[in-house]
T-cell receptor, first 114, second 113 residues
Framework: DGGITQSPKYLFRKEGQNVTLSCEQN?????MYWYRQDPGQGLRLIYY???????QKGDIAEGYSVSREKKESFPLTVTSAQKNPTAFYLC?????????????FGPGTRLLVL | GESVGLHLPTLSVQEGDNSIINCAYS??????FIWYKQESGKGPQFIID?????DKRQGQRVTVLLNKTVKHLSLQIAATQPGDSAVYFC????????????FGTGTRLKVLA
């Protein structure tokens, strides 16, 4: 089965704590993305990566960090600097960043603050 | 700023009827569009896409229409089924040289038995 997996499905964060969301894909895609989804809003881009060991900030990168050590993996860390982390986080991938490449999404992780 | 919007936040249709979900986009230079379906608590699922050099594309029970003159995109679902109940949103891709997609907020489709 090819696809994108995210874990955990639900994640609880205590104040001042850093938490890491996992994203893995076996589609052999070069590009990976992290989005945040809030009620009543369109998806907002947090970070994206075009290739291993390279990543760029999206529109709302403050309070988040990522790494891309392997092609298959693009974990997102929500740091204590992110003051409003409660949201649904979606990971996506595409073959590349060139035009007209479809993005495919994982099942999402819902992050809640205790 | 540039945005993708939807005319109706909620659409209710009778089972078996056809559904039409609309989307307006503001960037006339956008060259690629995608429709996604998202069920509650799940990630978006790709439905169909269309490139700007086309005005219509058909899939299984779905058709996407693109009207570049008025910057309008629509998704038609034929013979709507209960399993079609979900939020549908469109995404537009800015011209080549950028990575960004702009996502709409979505329309909730409710299928009535």
């Amino acid at each position: 089965d090819g696809g994108i997996t995210q874990s955990p499905k639900y994640l609880f964060r205590k104040e001042g704590q850093n938490v890491t969301l996992s994203c893995e894909q076996n589609l052999n895609h070069d590009a990976m993305y992290w989005y945040r989804q809030d009620p009543g809003q369109g998806l907002r881009l947090i970070y994206y990566s075009q290739i291993v060991n390279d990543f760029q900030k999206g529109d709302i990168a403050e309070g988040y960090s990522v790494s891309r050590e392997k092609k298959e993996s693009f974990p997102l860390t929500v740091t204590s600097a992110q003051k409003n982390p409660t949201a649904f986080y979606l990971c996506a991938s595409s073959r590349g960043l060139t035009a007209q490449e479809t993005q495919y999404f994982g099942p999402g992780t819902r992050l809640l603050v205790l | 700023g540039e945005s993708v919007g939807l005319h109706l936040p909620t659409l209710s249709v009778q089972e078996g009827d056809n559904s039409i979900i609309n989307c307006a986009y503001s960037n006339s230079a956008s060259d690629y569009f995608i429709w996604y379906k998202q069920e509650s608590g799940k990630g978006p699922q790709f439905i169909i896409d269309i490139r700007s050099n086309m005005d219509k594309r058909q899939g299984q029970r779905v058709t996407v229409l693109l009207n570049k003159t008025v910057k309008h995109l629509s998704l038609q679902i034929a013979a709507t089924q209960p399993g079609d109940s979900a939020v549908y949103f469109c995404a537009e891709r800015a011209p080549s040289g950028t990575y960004k997609y702009i996502f709409g907020t979505g329309t909730r489709l409710k299928v009535l038995a």
